[in-house]
Structure formats: C-alpha cells, structure tokens
C-alpha cells in the first residue's frame, strides 16, 4: 500500500497519498483486505501489498475527541508518515469531554437498553476520518481502568459515575449482578467481577447480556470498515476464559456478516516469556497476531532480547507482532525518558515488529516533534530497504559494546540497517565494525539524522572493514547496500 508509492516518489508523496486515499474505507465481503501478508506473515499486509504501521497519537481514545480536535490529530499523523493508532473503547473522563455508551435518563441513572447516540456517531467518525487518511484503527474493546477508582484524579470513577455500576443505571441490581459499590484496588488485582461474566467463569447472565450488546453495537459500526484490528483487553491480567470468549463472540459475530477479522489479547506482563503470554503464542487458531506492548516497560539489550524471544517462539507459526503502547517520556512516573520511547521504537523496529506506536502522553510521546521526526526517520529508511526484507542480525557486528548499536541485515548479506542510540553523557565515542565474513567488500552507505527526521549528506561508497561511527551525537541509522 504504502511502499509501491514510497518506493516510487518519495516520502512527500507518500504523504500526499495518504491524504488523497481513501481506499481503506468500506469492507469488501470475505477475504480481508488488511491481514498479514502471505509472502513474510511477520508483517501486515492491505490489499496484498506489504504494509508497516508506523504511529503515536496524544490519546488513546481518539474516538471521544471533538471532531476540530480529532482532525488535525489525524492529519499530524499522516504527515509524520503514520499510519496506525490505537483507540480504546474507554469512556472514562479525564478530559472532561467523553460520554458514556448508553442513555442517562432525566432520574441520573443510565439505562442499558438504550444508546447514547453521540458516543457511538464519535466511533464512526473516527472509523470515517481514519479510512480516508489510510489509518489503521487497533480497537481495545475493554479497558479495566474504566471500571475501578484507583486513580487519584477520579477517585470515584466506578461508584459514581459508570452505568454498569448498579447504582447508576436502573436494570439490575447489586445482588443480581454480584458487583460493590467500590474497587479501590489496581485492577491488576482481579477482583472487579465484570471480567468473570462469561459461561466457562461464573457465568452472570444478567451482566454478560449487556455486555453482548455492547460488543454488537461496537461491530455493527466497525465491520462496515475494512482497516480495522481487534484486541480484546488493554493491558489485562483476567483469565484466559475471558479473552476467549470475546474473541469466538467477535469471531461469530463478524461471520455472520461475512466478514473475516484480525483479533488479539493484550497481557500485563512485562516479561514476555511469562506463562500468561503463551495464551495468545500457542493459539494462532484464536489470535490472529500478537500485540506485546508491556515489552517496552523493559530497556537496552533485554527489550531486544525479549523481542527476539517472542519471535523465535513463533517462528514456526508467524503471526504480525504489534507494539502499539511505546513508553518513555522525560519526566513521567515510570521513569522512562524520550530516549527510552525512541530506543524501543527502533530496537522493535529492526527486530522485526509489524506495528509500532508511541503511547499518550506522559506515559509516551504521542505525535510530538520528537515522535514525529522518528516516524518520518524510519519511513526514510524503509524507502530504502523495506522492514520485511531484513531480520535481526547483530552477530554481524563486532567491537560493539551493550546497547551500542542494532543491526538488522537480509539473508545475502547485501542489505544492512544499523541503529546507533544516541551517547550518554560519557560522550563516549560510537563506533562499530562489521563482521566481513559472507559480506561485500564494499556498501553504499546512507546516514539518517532520527532526531530531525533526515538524511545526512549524500551516499557514499566504504570499506567492509571500516569502523562505522555516526555523524551525529543524537540517535542515527545507517543503511548499507552492496552495489
């Protein structure tokens, strides 16, 4: 989709492409136009034709947004050469301008068994906008934040707000739907009954019903679409019977509308060799890709190593792996800086990650400058040697010391990308070798400034056995061709 124009034109009109396109907009019958690609099922693909979601937005709920704010968002994206977002189903206000799902009566209360018409026009705006600016939309059907109080900005988030709280809504009860009237603990704890509704847990019918028809009314809008993904939970730590239900429930449901859709879970887990993970990793019959965000709560070599780990698991069984929460902003809670979030996003991009977006801000950097020039660096990079030809390859180096340089190269040896992170404060010289075994004696060499988004100078020609260091102090990529 992309590439047939980067490769052609450029990137400027690979922009202009994006923003004149609008061939992602409704969903032809059967076989699905984004799915991945059959030739290097690593990867995603639109119509045939490889595609990398590259992406950050400054939400993860962009549906909820006012439209005069969603659109220069959307527009932002495509200009830094983006093409993925991330859109929970959330309705928790932080922002002060989300609205809930269903209908609040003159009494206060909500009533299940009527919609809140402007929650779901938001929806299919967003699915509308994003089509015609070729935006894929990964959808996270529940969020378990929306249903706890633990954040110290909205203490009271599910006792006095939400409409599945039987407090606030006027179809059941607190006996017929087991829940409290509070859920003061992080969610990770696993004690908001709402995620135990389904017949192989405890089997509420009373709740799950409400919950069916939430998930029907969300795909009677998003099944009109075709570039959309699904992913059941952000971030979740519920059982396995739960993931699975949804995603046989979504499955059906978009079967009998003849349509074939791409469906994941998100685990907690920062460890991606945890147990939980093989739920999704030994399932490719449920889970169409897998999506491990919680790796970039990890850093430097064991972030690359994790990754890797994950594809060497699934190598006999591909399947898309998406990052689409980058961590790492200066001065977030976690700890994590701007050159945390730019690391994962390269160290991702060159072990072979079909999908990456920056997280919201301040957990993230969105679509900010910095995020912006990444996505533009990589876009560059990819015109010339695109992602799906190469693997990692870091044996290729040597003289490298720990999380110095990553290196991706293809199976002739004749394509290399090597990303530099930028120097510490030691200001320690950056400078590597190649190990020349199977490799040409010379390369066209190309150097990309990732902090600016830009080449550096012209291609010139080197010497297999010359140390490569970059031209620059802040983060930079070196594309190496064998004429």
């Avoid at 990137?11 to 202009?16: D, G, I, R």
């Avoid at 072990?351 to 996505?375: E, Q, T, Y």
Wanted: proline share 5%; net charge neutral; glycine share 4%.
């Amino acid at each position: 989709m992309y590439e047939q124009f980067l490769n052609r034109n450029g990137f400027w009109t690979l922009v202009l492409a994006c923003l004149l396109f609008s061939g992602l907009q409704l969903a032809a019958a059967g076989d699905p136009s984004l799915k991945p690609w059959p030739d290097n099922k690593w990867y995603w693909s639109f119509d045939g034709q490889p595609v990398l979601l590259l992406g950050g937005s400054d939400d993860d709920n962009l549906f909820q947004w006012p439209v005069e704010r969603l659109i220069p968002q959307l527009d932002r994206i495509v200009s830094a050469g983006g093409n993925v977002i991330r859109n929970t189903m959330s309705d928790r206000q932080d922002g002060g301008f989300e609205v809930y799902p269903f209908l609040r009566l003159k009494n206060g209360k909500y009533d299940l068994e009527q919609w809140n018409p402007e929650y779901w026009h938001r929806f299919e705006t967003l699915l509308r906008e994003t089509a015609k600016r070729q935006i894929v939309v990964q959808i996270e059907v529940w969020d378990r934040f929306d249903f706890t109080d633990v954040r110290k900005n909205d203490p009271y988030r599910w006792e006095k707000k939400h409409p599945y709280n039987p407090q606030n809504n006027v179809n059941y009860t607190f006996q017929e739907s087991t829940f409290a009237a509070r859920y003061p603990d992080h969610p990770g704890a696993n004690r908001q009954p709402f995620f135990y509704t389904t017949p192989q847990q405890r089997n509420n019918t009373i709740v799950l019903r409400y919950q069916e028809r939430f998930v029907d009314k969300l795909l009677s809008v998003s099944l009109k679409y075709d570039h959309v993904l699904y992913c059941i939970d952000n971030e979740t730590k519920a059982q396995a019977e739960w993931a699975q239900h949804w995603t046989k429930y979504i499955r059906s449901a978009a079967a009998k509308a003849n349509k074939t859709v791409m469906i994941t879970e998100m685990w907690d887990d920062w460890d991606l060799k945890a147990e939980r993970h093989r739920q999704t990793f030994d399932h490719p019959e449920l889970y169409d890709y897998v999506d491990v965000s919680q790796n970039n709560q990890n850093s430097g070599e064991p972030h690359w190593d994790n990754f890797l780990f994950v594809r060497q698991y699934l190598s006999k069984q591909p399947r898309p792996m998406n990052t689409t929460k980058t961590y790492g902003a200066d001065g977030n809670k976690f700890g994590h800086s701007d050159q945390d979030a730019i690391e994962r996003f390269w160290r991702h991009l060159l072990a072979g990650a079909a999908s990456i977006r920056f997280h919201r801000p301040d957990s993230g950097l969105g679509i900010s400058d910095k995020a912006a020039a990444c996505i533009r660096a990589a876009r560059l990079v990819e015109q010339q040697i695109p992602m799906w030809e190469i693997n990692a390859a870091n044996q290729l180096l040597r003289e490298r010391s720990e999380n110095e340089a990553y290196l991706a190269a293809n199976s002739q040896r004749t394509k290399l990308v090597i990303y530099f992170p930028a120097k510490g404060t030691d200001q320690q010289q950056r400078a590597v070798k190649l190990n020349t075994t199977d490799l040409a004696e010379q390369y066209q060499l190309r150097w990309f400034d990732i902090d600016r988004g830009e080449q550096i100078g012209d291609a010139r020609m080197v010497s297999t056995t010359a140390a490569l260091s970059p031209p620059t102090n802040g983060n930079a990529a070196a594309v190496l061709k064998a004429p």
